[in-house]
């Protein structure tokens, strides 16, 4: 094998760990949200106290956590494909499909980060704060949103870089389909079954 590959591969492993610890975070941070908000509407209607934040924080766990899932999504794929063309060509038809398709994921993701850093930058030079009790610094909540907008353009490049390899140096189609492909019904078949055989493992 390549070295080149092997590298990409090595990095878009690293990725996906990065990627689903930082999802497991946005997931405990929009958890530790709603139980704020929980406690927020009791303390309400029972005390006639609030905690004054709980709905603001919530705002930025969703936005920062939706950021940072991109790359996960993309790197599972488990963003929406909709295969009705790609299933029906060739297999180079399908790699040029694919290509066209993350350099469009790619264009867009770079264009959002480009224009979310424009809008941390003027915060941060501002020091711009929430209109709410809190007066929260807005460059910490854009800040953590654009690393996860860069995180996932990165992400996106590596696996556009990976395709280019496998087509260029491996000649090696399925690799391809393997990194970027759409996730087929047996796909979803064989990994359902993967999971439940492991549980059963672990259960005894």
Same mark, same amino acid.
């Given at each position: 094998?390549?070295?080149?590959?092997?590298?990409?591969?090595?990095?878009?492993?690293?990725?996906?760990?990065?990627?689903?610890?930082?999802?497991?975070?946005?997931?405990?941070?929009?958890?530790?949200?709603?139980?704020?908000?929980?406690?927020?509407?009791?303390?309400?209607?029972?005390?006639?106290?609030?905690?004054?934040?709980?709905?603001?924080?919530?705002?930025?766990?969703?936005?920062?956590? @939706?950021?940072?899932?991109?790359?996960?999504? *993309?790197?599972?794929?488990?963003?929406? !494909?909709?295969?009705? $063309?790609?299933? +029906? /060509?060739?297999?180079?038809?399908?790699?040029?499909?694919?290509?066209?398709?993350?350099?469009?994921?790619?264009?867009?993701?770079?264009?959002?980060?480009?224009?979310?850093?424009?809008?941390?930058?003027?915060?941060?030079?501002?020091?711009?704060?929430?209109?709410?009790?809190?007066?929260?610094?807005?460059?910490?909540?854009?800040?953590?949103?654009?690393?996860?907008?860069?995180?996932?353009?990165?992400? @996106?490049?590596?696996?556009?870089?990976?395709? *280019?390899?496998?087509?260029?140096?491996? !000649?090696?189609?399925? $690799?391809?389909? +393997? /990194?970027?492909?759409?996730?087929?019904?047996?796909?979803?078949?064989?990994?359902?079954?993967?999971?439940?055989?492991?549980?059963?493992?672990?259960?005894?």
């Amino acid at each position: 094998m390549h070295a080149l590959p092997r590298l990409l591969d090595r990095l878009l492993a690293g990725a996906l760990v990065v990627s689903r610890w930082a999802v497991y975070a946005g997931g405990g941070a929009i958890l530790i949200s709603a139980f704020l908000i929980s406690f927020d509407i009791l303390s309400r209607r029972f005390f006639g106290l609030s905690t004054w934040g709980a709905d603001e924080l919530s705002y930025y766990a969703l936005a920062v956590s @939706t950021s940072w899932a991109c790359a996960y999504t *993309l790197l599972v794929k488990a963003h929406i !494909r909709i295969d009705l $063309v790609t299933s +029906r /060509v060739p297999d180079m038809g399908k790699v040029v499909l694919h290509i066209i398709a993350l350099l469009g994921l790619g264009y867009m993701a770079f264009a959002t980060t480009q224009a979310m850093f424009h809008v941390f930058q003027r915060s941060w030079n501002r020091g711009s704060t929430s209109i709410t009790t809190l007066e929260t610094p807005m460059w910490i909540p854009q800040g953590l949103f654009v690393a996860g907008l860069v995180f996932f353009t990165l992400v @996106t490049a590596l696996i556009l870089l990976r395709v *280019l390899a496998a087509v260029l140096i491996e !000649r090696d189609y399925a $690799v391809v389909n +393997r /990194v970027t492909g759409t996730v087929s019904v047996l796909d979803e078949t064989e990994q359902a079954i993967a999971e439940a055989e492991a549980l059963q493992k672990r259960n005894g």
